[in-house]
T-cell receptor
Framework: EPEVTQTPSHQVTQMGQEVILRCVPI?????FYWYRQILGQKVEFLVS????????KSEIFDDQFSVERPDGSNFTLKIRSTKLEDSAMYFC??????????FGPGTRLTVT | AQSVTQLGSHVSVSEGALVLLRCNYS??????LFWYVQYPNQGLQLLLK??????LVKGINGFEAEFKKSETSFHLTKPSAHMSDAAEYFC?????????????FGSGTRLLVRP
């Protein structure tokens, strides 16, 4: 059974550096999402993406964040200048219908 | 705005006992409701969902949940716990617009299964 995959599984970066987190959704997915989970806290919505554009974003998703799906398969989240508080587990999700979301295993981002 | 409350951050049951994980929601529109399970060091796996229709929904691994509008609840149950059910369980409600169905998650309940 196909699964959503994410790379890398763990990324360590220094404060102020740019990071790109990658997700490969299942091929027939049309709706894409990024969520994050800071250690010990709730899973939080970051952004949704449909038809090659952002459909909704949260307050967390400020100018430091961007998403794109450049080649029709990979779905990336870029953080331009990381802060300590960006340390979290980042989950990608996709679905063929907007309300049914299948999550990847996550990327643990550690900012030092 | 939509919100989810999960009562009990930890629930402990004996193997073979009934599992009951509680979830209450707040929604200004007819809710779409979900339960996800997270095993250690893994992502979130969809257990079951309610969108419309039958209020008792069955999911994977023998779990089921019942949507009760009058009680604004969507509790998760399993008749007989197995050791492999030990995980964290998240209830979520969908906050939907035309092209986005972002999920609002509860704080999660960690299920411990005693031998």
């Amino acid at each position: 059974e196909p699964e959503v995959t994410q790379t890398p599984s763990h990324q360590v970066t220094q404060m102020g550096q740019e990071v790109i987190l990658r997700c490969v959704p299942i091929s027939n997915h049309l709706y894409f999402y990024w969520y994050r989970q800071i250690l010990g806290q709730k899973v939080e919505f970051l952004v949704s993406f449909y038809n090659n554009e952002i459909s909704e974003k949260s307050e967390i998703f400020d100018d430091q964040f961007s998403v794109e799906r450049p080649d029709g398969s990979n779905f990336t989240l870029k953080i331009r200048s990381t802060k300590l508080e960006d340390s979290a587990m980042y989950f990608c999700a996709g679905g063929t219908v907007a309300y049914e979301q299948y999550f990847g295993p996550g990327t643990r981002l550690t900012v030092t | 705005a939509q919100s989810v409350t999960q009562l009990g951050s930890h629930v402990s049951v004996s193997e073979g006992a009934l599992v009951l994980l509680r979830c209450n929601y707040s929604s200004s529109v007819p809710p779409y409701l979900f339960w996800y399970v997270q095993y250690p060091n893994q992502g979130l796996q969809l257990l079951l969902k309610y969108t419309t229709g039958a209020t008792l929904v069955k999911g994977i691994n023998g779990f089921e949940a019942e949507f009760k509008k009058s009680e604004t609840s969507f509790h998760l149950t399993k008749p007989s716990a197995h050791m492999s059910d030990a995980a964290e369980y998240f209830c979520a409600v969908s906050d939907r617009t035309d092209s986005s169905y972002k999920l609002i998650f509860g704080s999660g309940t960690r299920l411990l299964v005693r031998p």
